[in-house]
């Protein structure tokens, strides 16, 4: 089956500072890429989608500037949150599309962020 | 409003025993629904995934079914292992009309914890 690594899986990291999530395909290309949120007990928040060479989509109420995705190539995405603060912990979980019938979705293992 | 509503909110089951979770959906126009596993600290992980003309699709232990009129699905886990504990997400994917592509509605989980 597909694959789809996170890196890392967790990190910690000071307020003000900014992280990077990198979020791979591994045996597949990945025409589109998603990011989301989850937090505790809840369920997964899409915040952006990425196309391939393309600026990401963004969704209502998430700040661009602060949470920067690039997607370079066909199996790389990276979201960097960008002066972090301790609201910014949370799960991050990235997902990718290949081509296909049922356009699929493929998870990653998530990052875990704690903001101090 | 598209919604996915999940029950019960949380489950306390013995292991060997079945169980039924329950997904009602306001979400349209209908592409495919998804049942999703995720443990704690993990990404969801694809357990079946059903189109409009299909009313049960089984996947080792889980079995799904599909009620397009009524917009109800349910997971039924048969023999229940200490292993099944984890979320269990109901997402409906519904089509997008302007600009095409599809877009995922996530419930907020089933909490399944099965004891000895």
């Known amino acids: 089956g597909a694959v789809v690594s996170q890196h890392p899986s967790r990190v910690i990291c000071k307020s003000g500072t900014s992280v990077k999530i990198e979020c791979r395909s591994l045996?597949?290309?990945?025409?589109?890429m998603f990011w989301y949120r989850q937090f505790p007990k809840k369920s997964l928040m899409l915040m952006a989608t990425?196309?391939?060479?393309?600026?990401?989509?963004?969704e209502q109420g998430v700040e661009k500037d602060k949470f920067l995705i690039n997607h370079a190539s066909l199996t790389l995405s990276t979201l960097t949150v960008t002066s972090a603060h301790p609201e910014d912990s949370s799960f991050y979980i990235c997902?990718?599309?290949?081509?296909?019938?049922?356009?699929?979705?493929?998870f990653g293992p998530g990052t875990r962020l704690t903001v101090l | 409003k598209n919604q996915v509503e999940q029950s019960p909110q949380s489950l306390i089951i013995l292991e060997g025993k079945n169980c039924t979770l329950q997904?009602?959906?306001?979400?349209?126009?209908?592409?495919?629904l998804r049942w999703y596993k995720q443990d704690t600290g993990r990404g969801p992980v694809s357990l079946t995934i059903?189109?409009?003309?299909?009313n049960t699709k089984s996947n080792g232990r889980y079995t799904a079914t599909l009620d397009a009129d009524t917009k109800q699905s349910s997971l039924h886990i048969t023999a229940s292992q200490l292993s099944d504990s984890a979320s269990y997400i109901c997402?409906?994917?519904?089509?997008?009309?302007?600009?095409?592509?599809?877009?995922?509605?996530f419930g907020t989980g089933t909490q399944l914890k099965v004891e000895l």
């Open positions: 997904c009602n959906y306001t979400v349209s126009p209908f592409s495919n």
């Open positions: 990425s196309n391939e060479g393309s600026k990401a989509t963004y």
């Open positions: 997902s990718a599309k290949g081509l296909g019938e049922t356009n699929e979705q493929f």
């Open positions: 059903m189109t409009f003309s299909e």
């Open positions: 997402v409906v994917s519904r089509y997008i009309l302007t600009g095409g592509g599809n877009k995922l509605t």
């Open positions: 045996d597949f290309q990945a025409t589109t």
